[in-house]
DNA sequence: GTATGGAGCATGTTA
DNA sequence: TGCTCCATAC
């Protein structure tokens, strides 16, 4: 222990040995938050101040619970079984699992994710006979996490038009359907918790009086609930240490309150403020551009990052006249890093939004370089998995409607719309849940409709699984439900059949953490039973997303996505006028400030080198569009920047690279089209894939061009020249 | 139930 | 431009 806190420096050190008070770490990027978030629970448990007991430990995502999960498993001995450890999200499950009587839950409540709260609102519309026209269901589902997140409910709720009125009444709906069934959404784990602590005096007492240590990380992106929630958990004696960084707040958009930030310091003042400004990641031109870059910003508590290490290269700038030349030039210069001995891993190409990548990766994948791209659907996501989880789900809590509804007939088993308009009928009727009425439909043993089939099957798994180990139960339900047996069959259904097989290995490793006591950071390792404990890791962890391109490959992600880590080499791209900042944050409060930050997170990414690309002119949604440069450029001192292009009129009083924008894209670029594709129609080709076929239409020209193959045993394709590898037969 | 086509739409995203 | 969603057709 002592060594861990000799390797601190003075601000690190004072942060983590402060007495019992309440502080706010203001964490610049690269000065070590985590590092002094982890030392300081280890110092307070190794120095018996607290007891592992006393300890609740608060984070955003469940990576970055794992990650101090892993550092503190290695800084101390003892076992850290006791702390709570994890997300917000994951807290107050556990929370409520352990006091869902309080809560008016049922015990096997399920926890809706994104879509299953989408659906179910749906679901709500069609009954109630809502125009979603007027009142869109998304629209419906961002006014319900907002005013819970505010921690209202719809009484609370002020409404001064029609239109939010008719919205109030529908969150009242909504949660009339959510408490029949059990479900649970994300921002309702928080606010249920919130009020069972707000209402129950001795629970209360309990809490504050068990944790008198509490941590928060990234308090920047707290919202207003949380921090509500947050009061409450803290008595007088409880010491509360914040750690944050108001320049990195980028997520005001969905109800984080920076303002958090300025309100501990009343509330939980007097405070200790301490402020962590050596950056042990960047070189010090990088950290100056930053500094420099986020000093525009006014509404600052004010911090400025220094390093010891040398200030390193220039920011290298480069003006393409297209965004199909600004890939190129990155594609080159990848190339040529990783020839130099950069790891592509340590390399990232960084955008502001998710269309850019599109360019990006095209350049990427006619190089043939690996590349990974960060954000799409994640495991836990795909339909498939969902499915399979919607029969456990029914199995676990049989008034989970939406769960009925998703799987009645699916696989198609004859039950079409107007039988289950009849079910519903019903049910609404006598005000009980599918399930019972589909059972009562359905006597045992009576053969017939197939609904009863529906309802001998569910039976059938539940009798088969009772008393089943966790994976063994995944896994009898996915065979037995005909899940398996139906993708098997579907033409391109092996990925998803992999995918099933790949949910009874979650859940066997799920299993195994819990039953080997090894802590289990999403807080569901104490459970009611392992199913449900199971089904609520699934909605809050809901995995990786899509797997890497090739191994060693380049890491492609927004500057979102990108925040919290570091690499060797990063690109900002697309640094203009309209992209970043983007059009659409200009007119928010606080917009132009939240992306200058963004733009500071992309800076602050970089450890040693560090790249700016824009371009002049970019299709986007198929209109071409002239830009100008970034303001952001401008607000980094010239003396930073190296051009590998002529600057542009508005940055410099060198000339703009002539080029004409009438011109096609290929010959600006100065690169040579494609020859002739060597092919013609009527040719016979071959396709790795595809197998023997001909040739019968052709279109486009260049890196455009497709030919339409009809193949003997697939049938009529496009396929694109560049992409298929096709040879003639 | 699946295949097709047109309309509408297009910041960021964790749990 | 390219996708997602829904309605319509078979």
């Known amino acids: 222990m002592p060594d861990l806190l000799e390797q601190l420096n003075p601000e690190q050190l004072a942060a983590v040995t402060l007495p019992r008070t309440s502080a706010l770490i203001l964490a610049g990027a690269g000065s070590g938050k985590t590092r002094v978030l982890t030392t300081r629970i280890a110092w307070l448990i190794s120095t018996g101040q607290a007891s592992p007991m006393g300890i609740l430990a608060v984070t955003f995502t469940n990576k970055a619970a794992r990650e101090m999960q892993v550092r503190l498993s290695a800084m101390l001995t003892?076992?850290?079984?006791?702390?709570?450890?994890?997300?917000?999200?994951?807290?107050?499950?556990?929370?409520?699992?352990?006091?869902?009587?309080?809560?008016?839950?049922?015990?096997?409540?399920?926890?809706?994710?994104?879509?299953?709260?989408?659906?179910?609102?749906?679901?709500?519309?069609?009954?109630?006979?809502v125009d979603d026209e007027r009142y869109p269901a998304r629209a419906l589902q961002y006014f319900i996490a907002g005013a819970k997140e505010q921690g209202l409910r719809p009484n609370q709720v002020e409404a001064f038009d029609e239109h939010s009125r008719r919205q109030v009444e529908l969150y009242a709906a909504y949660e009339d359907v959510c408490q029949r069934e059990g479900a649970v959404d994300f921002a309702e784990l928080l606010l249920r918790s919130y009020e069972v602590l707000a209402r129950n005096q001795g629970l209360r007492e309990h809490y504050r009086n068990r944790f008198k240590y509490i941590l928060i990380d990234e308090f920047q992106d707290t919202n207003v609930l949380q921090y509500k929630w947050l009061q409450l958990l803290a008595g007088k004696e409880t010491s509360v240490f914040a750690v944050g960084d108001d320049d990195q707040s980028i997520y005001a958009f969905r109800g984080a309150d920076v303002g958090n930030m300025q309100r501990f310091q009343q509330d939980f003042g007097p405070i200790e403020l301490i402020k962590l400004e050596q950056n042990y990641r960047?070189?010090?031109?990088?950290?100056?551009?930053?500094?420099?870059?986020?000093?525009?910003?006014?509404?600052?508590?004010?911090?400025?990052?220094?390093?010891?290490?040398?200030?390193?290269?220039?920011?290298?700038?480069?003006?393409?006249?297209?965004?199909?030349?600004?890939?190129?030039?990155?594609?080159?210069?990848?190339?040529?890093?990783?020839?130099?001995?950069?790891?592509?891993?340590?390399?990232?190409?960084?955008?502001?939004?998710?269309?850019?990548?599109?360019?990006?990766?095209?350049?990427?994948?006619?190089?043939?370089?690996?590349?990974?791209?960060?954000?799409g659907m994640r495991f836990f996501e795909r339909a498939e998995v969902k499915h399979a989880l919607a029969y456990l789900r029914l199995l676990a809590n049989p008034d989970d409607d939406g769960a009925l509804l998703r799987i009645i007939n699916?696989?198609?088993?004859?039950?079409?719309?107007?039988?289950?308009?009849?079910?519903?009928?019903?049910?609404?009727?006598?005000?009980?849940?599918?399930?019972?009425?589909?059972?009562?439909?359905?006597?045992?043993?009576?053969?017939?409709?197939?609904?009863?089939?529906?309802?001998?099957?569910?039976?059938?798994?539940?009798?088969?699984?009772?008393?089943?180990?966790?994976?063994?139960?995944?896994?009898?339900?996915?065979?037995?439900?005909?899940?398996?047996?139906?993708?098997?069959?579907?033409?391109?259904?092996?990925?998803?059949?992999?995918?099933?097989?790949?949910?009874?290995?979650?859940?066997?490793?799920?299993?195994?953490?819990?039953?080997?006591?090894?802590?289990?950071?999403?807080?569901?390792?104490?459970?009611?039973?392992?199913?449900?404990?199971?089904?609520?890791?699934?909605?809050?962890?809901?995995?990786?997303?899509?797997?890497?391109?090739?191994?060693?490959?380049?890491?492609?992600?927004?500057?979102?996505?990108?925040?919290?880590?570091?690499?060797?080499?990063?690109?900002?791209?697309?640094?203009?006028?309209?992209?970043?900042?983007?059009?659409?944050?200009?007119?928010?409060?606080?917009?132009?400030?939240?992306?200058r930050r963004l733009m500071y997170v992309a800076l602050t990414r970089a450890r040693r080198r560090l790249y700016l690309t824009f371009a002049q002119s970019r299709?986007?949604?198929?209109?071409?569009?002239?830009?100008?440069?970034?303001?952001?450029?401008?607000?980094?001192?010239?003396?930073?920047l190296h051009w590998l292009s002529a600057a542009p009129a508005n940055l410099s009083a060198e000339p703009p690279p002539a080029w004409?924008?009438?011109?096609?894209?290929?010959?600006?670029?100065?690169r040579t089209p494609p020859s002739d594709t060597g092919f013609r129609i009527g040719q016979n080709v071959v396709h790795a894939k595809f197998g023997t076929g001909v040739i019968v239409n052709a279109e486009g020209r260049g890196a455009d061009a497709r030919v339409q193959v009809n193949f003997r045993n697939e049938g009529l394709k496009w396929l694109a020249l560049e992409f298929a590898r096709l040879e003639a037969a």
């Open 78 to 129: 003892v076992n850290t079984r006791g702390m709570w450890i994890g997300t917000f999200h994951g807290l107050c499950n556990r929370f409520l699992r352990a006091h869902f009587r309080d809560a008016g839950l049922p015990q096997v409540f399920q926890i809706l994710d994104t879509q299953d709260q989408l659906g179910l609102i749906k679901r709500m519309y069609k009954a109630l006979k």
């Open 410 to 595: 699916f696989p198609p088993r004859g039950i079409g719309a107007r039988t289950l308009e009849g079910l519903q009928a019903q049910a609404q009727a006598g005000g009980a849940s599918l399930w019972h009425v589909a059972r009562a439909n359905a006597p045992a043993g009576k053969a017939g409709s197939s609904v009863a089939t529906f309802a001998r099957l569910i039976e059938t798994l539940r009798a088969a699984t009772t008393g089943l180990p966790l994976p063994e139960a995944v896994e009898h339900v996915i065979a037995a439900s005909g899940l398996q047996a139906h993708y098997g069959a579907e033409r391109d259904g092996q990925e998803r059949v992999d995918n099933l097989r790949e949910l009874v290995a979650a859940a066997d490793s799920f299993a195994r953490e819990a039953q080997s006591g090894a802590p289990s950071i999403d807080e569901t390792g104490a459970p009611p039973d392992a199913l449900t404990a199971f089904l609520a890791h699934a909605a809050l962890e809901a995995g990786d997303t899509q797997a890497a391109v090739g191994r060693d490959a380049l890491q492609l992600m927004t500057v979102h996505s990108a925040k919290g880590l570091e690499f060797h080499t990063v690109f900002v791209t697309g640094l203009e006028e309209g992209l970043f900042p983007h059009d659409n944050s200009l007119n928010e409060l606080d917009g132009p400030e939240e992306e």
């Open 660 to 670: 004409d924008p009438d011109a096609p894209a290929k010959e600006r670029s100065g």
């Open 282 to 375: 960047s070189h010090g031109n990088i950290l100056d551009a930053a500094n420099a870059l986020i000093k525009h910003n006014l509404t600052r508590l004010g911090k400025n990052l220094w390093t010891r290490e040398h200030q390193g290269e220039p920011l290298r700038v480069y003006a393409a006249p297209t965004d199909v030349d600004e890939a190129a030039f990155i594609v080159d210069t990848v190339k040529e890093l990783v020839e130099s001995g950069v790891n592509p891993t340590q390399i990232a190409l960084l955008y502001r939004s998710n269309a850019q990548s599109r360019v990006l990766e095209h350049a990427l994948f006619n190089a043939a370089m690996p590349y990974r791209v960060y954000g």
């Open 619 to 640: 299709s986007l949604h198929g209109q071409f569009r002239y830009n100008v440069v970034s303001r952001f450029l401008d607000e980094i001192p010239p003396a930073l």
